[in-house]
């Protein structure tokens, strides 16, 4: 496709209930990158894919995040048991191939907006 | 890490030029310079970045300090559809971008 696209785009949940939220990256880049954006704030970096090398998990909140990248393209952000703080809006990126010092330009999904009531 | 400070808000005139100010003193040698802006209940856009020199593009265009401790994004010919929230970023890693606050700009008729 012509850009990142995700899913769903809006998401409404109960307490202690997984989700699943989906990103497709833009055809051939190898590098996707998941963000968590609370009302009014800026991003949080939550998790980066390169290729195959093992995923840099530094900024899950917590355990009940996770993420997998299946076949170097398609990814999957599962957040369990959900809490009330975890509502924000996702969103997810892509760039080429990352290499020190060149400054990849990633590029945004629209987000998938969720709500835990 | 290289942080970035700017202004809470902005107002422009419609048609005329946008300035955005970013100060990152502490930015390193190898750290790029990266503007992003976000439109309401959209993802982040990609606008424009840059390493030592000024940069050009049909969206904007970028002005680096000799001293790369401060930069400014000028929008040439302000819209409303430029009312977003712009993001100066200072690339620490390669693996992710750090957002700040950024500042929010309000093109007025």
């Known amino acids: 496709g012509a850009g990142v696209s995700q899913s769903p785009s809006n998401k409404v949940t109960e307490k202690g209930k997984d989700v699943e939220l989906r990103c497709d990256p833009i055809?051939?880049?190898?590098?996707l990158y998941w963000y968590r954006q609370s009302l009014g704030q800026g991003l949080e970096f939550l998790i980066y894919?390169?290729?195959?090398?093992?995923?840099?998990k530094s900024g899950l909140p917590s355990d009940r995040f996770s993420a997998e990248r299946t076949g170097g393209s398609v990814s999957t952000l599962t957040i369990q048991r959900t809490q009330q703080e975890d509502s924000a809006v996702y969103l997810c990126?892509?760039?080429?191939?990352?290499?020190?010092?060149?400054?990849?330009?990633?590029?945004f999904g629209p987000g998938t907006r969720l709500l835990v009531l | 890490d290289a942080k970035t400070t700017q202004p809470t808000s902005m107002d422009c005139a419609e048609g005329r030029a946008a300035n955005l100010p970013c100060n990152h003193s502490?930015?390193?040698?190898?750290?790029?310079v990266y503007w992003y802006r976000q439109i309401h209940s959209q993802g982040p856009q990609y606008i424009i970045h840059?390493?030592?020199n000024n940069e050009t593009n049909e969206m904007a265009s970028l002005i680096i300090t000799e001293d790369r401790k401060s930069s400014t994004l000028i929008l040439p010919h302000a819209t409303l559809r430029d009312t977003a929230v712009y993001y100066c970023?200072?690339?620490?890693?390669?693996?992710?971008?750090?957002f700040g606050a950024g500042t929010r700009l309000t093109v007025k008729p």
């Open positions: 990126a892509s760039s080429l191939v990352v290499t020190s010092g060149r400054g990849e330009t990633q590029y």
């Open positions: 055809s051939g880049h190898t590098a």
């Open positions: 894919f390169q290729g195959n090398s093992a995923p840099d």
């Open positions: 502490t930015i390193s040698g190898n750290e790029y």
């Open positions: 840059g390493l030592k």
């Open positions: 970023i200072v690339r620490v890693y390669d693996n992710d971008m750090r």
